[in-house]
């Protein structure tokens, strides 16, 4: 089934050419169906690569999905054109009174900020305690692993010596846990992040598990017993080339940067990357789609509390 998705979003060009199924709010309002209502608060830089590597990811689902964007109000991205902006995602203030049966909160470029002193943690921490009541599952993802956990749970994040960058191996506490049916013992999961928290913290907290760790890249998803909340310290939803991009951009801006792990042929940036986490992703997404968002929502929205 497909994606319903704003009108003329760039994204939609971008995943026809891939063969994947978008599509439009005017088609889709001619049928009869309720969607799922999927709500993304998108706070990467660069809006629409980050729109179009949640949507491919979603889209790998037999269900009908309705996506809206959520932007910080008065924060001007300077990657993203404000037309972009305007013609596709609202402020907070225009969609709190709506109901959500997912919400996804993507990371940030903040993470090296103590959470009070990021510009708009006050609207943050509003649309944290929104999603506890507004919405039936929330997926975390990077820095906003983090800062739920610390809003939340007052678990704190701590800086690394180096940045924690490249594609790490994996393994799950479960296999029986719904968001890890069909995985493999072992899979990968990019990370690209100054800071991490960590297991003697989280495993003071009755209401968190961790689910998933790696030797090399720590804790790396978590849950919330009632499962209506997941947390990512990794990015999944990464495509092929994004970690690529990442490189190249530090290197041009002369900041300290190794190559990523476990990412290019032979450590070599010349040569193509090698893509290790696709079916995760595609898994993760899917699983979390059905188990946690499809079976676990209400018909009628307005029954979430």
């Not at 690209?192 to 998803?221: C, F, N, P, W, Y």
């Not at 696709?278 to 699983?287: G, K, V």
Request: net charge negative; proline share 7%.
């Amino acid at each position: 089934m497909p994606l319903n998705i704003p009108d003329k979003l760039p994204a939609i060009k971008i995943l026809q050419e891939e063969n994947i199924f978008v599509m439009d709010e005017s088609r889709a309002s001619h049928q009869d169906i309720r969607p799922l209502k999927i709500i993304i608060l998108n706070l990467m830089p660069l809006k629409i690569t980050t729109e179009t590597d949640l949507l491919r990811l979603l889209s790998n689902s037999p269900l009908q999905i309705q996506i809206d964007f959520m932007k910080i109000k008065g924060h001007t991205p300077k990657n993203t054109p404000s037309s972009h902006m305007s013609a596709f995602y609202r402020n907070f203030d225009e969609l709190k009174n709506q109901k959500y049966d997912g919400m996804i909160i993507t990371g940030a470029p903040v993470e090296q900020l103590p959470f009070e002193e990021v510009t708009y943690w006050d609207e943050m921490k509003q649309i944290l305690d929104w999603a506890e009541h507004h919405v039936t599952s929330t997926l975390f993802i990077c820095w906003a692993a983090q800062a739920g956990l610390y809003h939340y749970y007052g678990v704190p994040k701590y800086p690394l010596s180096e940045k924690k960058f490249g594609v790490f191996k994996h393994t799950h506490v479960d296999e029986n846990l719904p968001i890890f049916r069909g995985f493999d013992d072992v899979f990968f999961v990019p990370h690209s992040r100054h800071t991490e928290v960590r297991a003697s913290d989280i495993e003071k907290v009755d209401d968190l598990q961790i689910i998933s760790t790696s030797d090399e890249a720590g804790v790396t998803i978590l849950k919330a017993k009632n499962g209506r909340q997941l947390f990512i310290t990794g990015h999944a939803e990464y495509s092929r080339h994004t970690l690529d991009g990442e490189y190249q951009r530090d290197l041009k801006k002369k900041l300290p940067i190794t190559i990523p792990v476990n990412y290019y042929p032979d450590n070599d940036p010349r040569q193509k990357p090698i893509m290790s986490w696709q079916s995760t992703a595609n898994l993760f997404f899917s699983n979390w789609l059905n188990y946690y968002v499809y079976q676990e929502t209400p018909y009628n929205l307005e029954e979430i509390s």
